[in-house]
Structures are given as C-alpha cells and as structure tokens.
C-alpha cells in the first residue's frame, strides 16, 4: 500500500521558514492536502490540492509537489504555528485516505 | 459559516456501546459526503470510512467493520458514529469531517471539534 513519510519534527526560530517534507513514491502525479493541528484542537487544512489556500489561511502558508516529495513552506514563522502538520493524499485504487505520520512543528 | 459540532466526550466502560453525534449547518447536508477519523492519544489520524448524504450507504475502512455504524438524521443534518462492544483501544478522540473533491482528489473540511470516548473499567 502507499505509504508518506513525514520527518517527525522540525524546529525553527520565529522569522524564519520552515519546509516540512512528504515523501511518497512519485508523489507529484497525485494530489496533496496540508492539516495543521494544534494541541487539543481539530485538524485544519492549510494547503489542499498541492498549493491551494483556503480562504482565511495566511499567505505564509504554501505547497509545492514534485517528484517523490511534497513541501508545506511557512514563511515568516510565529510562535502560533506550533503544532502537528500531516499530509494527506488520496489513494484512487483502492478508494481512501493516506495520511503521513504526521510532523511537529517546533518554533525555538 | 460552515459548521460541524460534535457531542461531548463520554467515558464508557468496556463492552457498552456509545453514539457520537455530528451536527452541521451552514451548507447543505446531502451535497457532501460524510467521514468519520478517529486519533488515539498521542497517535496520528487514521480514517474510519464514509456515508453517502444522499443513498445512506455506508462505507467502512478495513478494521472499522462489526463494530463501527455510521448513520444519518437528515432532518437535521446530523451525522452519528456508533460503536458497540467498545474495548479499551476504542479510546481516542473521534472526528466527523465534510469531504470537498476536486478533479480526481478528496480532502477534509471542515472537521467537528472532535469527542474524546474513553473505555475504561
């Protein structure tokens, strides 16, 4: 089955960007959606269809797919960004969600 | 505003059953499918399966079988999770989320605010 394969943390001091990976064999013919998921808090997505921002997500947050990896880039990073990002996409053949393992997202 | 709001969290004790309700508003009900996702503590999210809005029919991810029935009331837009026999692994936090599709690809938004259902004796 199609397995991602996010790195389990990142770090990152405010100001900077942060780029979160996920990694899944040949990647880029397929779509990819971006949750963020703060302590205690339902999922929200971030990022859906590779590079799409909902309405109400900053601009900070963008997405990029190509290859064997998907990147979920946060510019200008704040202390509010802190939680768990997963990646999502969705496996056609067999009709389901694939989710990464999932990256917490550590502001120094 | 688009809105899924879940009922509260509830403690069980193993071999009981619960029902997890769902209720939306702000879109209407039978246009999206319905998911159910479940998180055990400090785990990732793992999809449980769908519900038509309009058929009824159900679809349940492998190891969501037996147990696990989801189910609608469209008179008021609300989606339930049931699950009978409850064991202790059955303790997470349970998601219902609205599917959004796009050209060949799903995703989920929004997602209710999730209920935590403990099992314990």
């Known amino acids: 089955s199609y397995v991602l394969t996010q790195p389990p943390s990142v770090s990152v001091a405010p100001g900077q960007t942060a780029r979160i990976t996920c990694g899944g064999n040949?990647?880029?013919?397929?779509?990819v959606h971006w949750y963020q998921q703060k302590p205690g808090q339902a999922p929200v997505v971030v990022v859906y269809d590779d590079s799409d921002r909902p309405s109400g997500i900053p601009e900070r947050f963008s997405g990029s797919n190509s290859g064997n990896t998907a990147t979920l880039t946060i510019s200008r990073v704040e202390a509010g960004d802190e939680a768990d990002y997963y990646c999502?996409?969705?496996?056609?053949?067999?009709?389901?969600?694939?989710f990464g393992g999932g990256t917490k997202l550590t502001v120094l | 505003q688009v809105q899924l709001v879940q009922s509260g969290s509830e403690l069980k004790k193993p071999g009981a059953s619960v029902k997890v309700s769902c209720k939306t508003s702000g879109y209407t009900f039978s246009s999206y499918a319905m998911n159910w996702l479940r998180q055990a503590p400090g785990q990732g999210l793992e999809w449980m399966g769908w519900?038509?809005?309009?058929?009824?029919?159900?679809s349940y991810a492998q190891g969501f079988t037996g147990r696990f029935v989801f189910s609608l009331d469209t008179s008021v837009s609300t989606a339930y999770l049931q699950i009978t026999s409850l064991k202790a692994e059955d303790t997470a936090v349970y998601y219902c989320?609205?599917?959004?599709?796009?050209?060949?690809?799903?995703?989920?938004?929004?997602w209710g605010q999730g209920t935590l259902v403990t099992v314990s004796s």
């Open positions: 999502q996409v969705w496996a056609s053949s067999s009709d389901h969600p694939i």
């Open positions: 040949n990647i880029g013919s397929k779509s």
């Open positions: 989320a609205r599917r959004m599709a796009a050209a060949g690809t799903w995703w989920f938004d929004p």
């Open positions: 519900i038509n809005t309009n058929t009824r029919n159900p």
